[in-house]
Nanobody
Framework: VQLVESGGGLVQPGGSLRLSCAAS????????MSWYRQAPGKERELVAT????????YNADSVKGRFTISRDNAKNTVFLQMNSLRPEDTAVYYC?????????WGQGTQVTVSS
């Protein structure tokens, strides 16, 4: 089982990034996929979830209207489009796969929003 995040980097405030999480080794289409983030000195925070059926929940009020989660089951990939980025979005972003008590995590990708 592997979850590999990519797409992070350094971006100026107001900019955009698109994170990807490529999955392998399990039945991706059956799993709910989530993005979490963890800022320095803070607890890991659930950002957004997309179920196997495509239902979407944004758990962090601060990202509503700015971030969009999506998935491509043909490519076993989940995305997080992040627009209007703010310095407080700086964190390591992780993807998670969850289904029937099975829980897999990626290694994370760093997002830094700074001028």
């Amino acid at each position: 089982v592997q979850l590999v995040e990519s797409g992070g980097g350094l971006v100026q405030p107001g900019g955009s990034l698109r994170l990807s999480c490529a999955a392998s080794g399990f039945a991706f289409s059956s799993y709910a996929m989530s993005w979490y983030r963890q800022a320095p000195g803070k607890e890991r925070e659930l950002v957004a979830t997309i179920t196997s059926g495509g239902r979407i929940t944004y758990n962090a009020d601060s990202v509503k209207g700015r971030f969009t989660i999506s998935r491509d089951n043909a490519k076993n990939t989940v995305f997080l489009q992040m627009n209007s980025l703010r310095p407080e979005d700086t964190a390591v972003y992780y993807c998670e796969a969850f289904h029937l008590g099975r829980d897999y995590w990626g290694q994370g990708t760093q997002v830094t929003v700074s001028s």
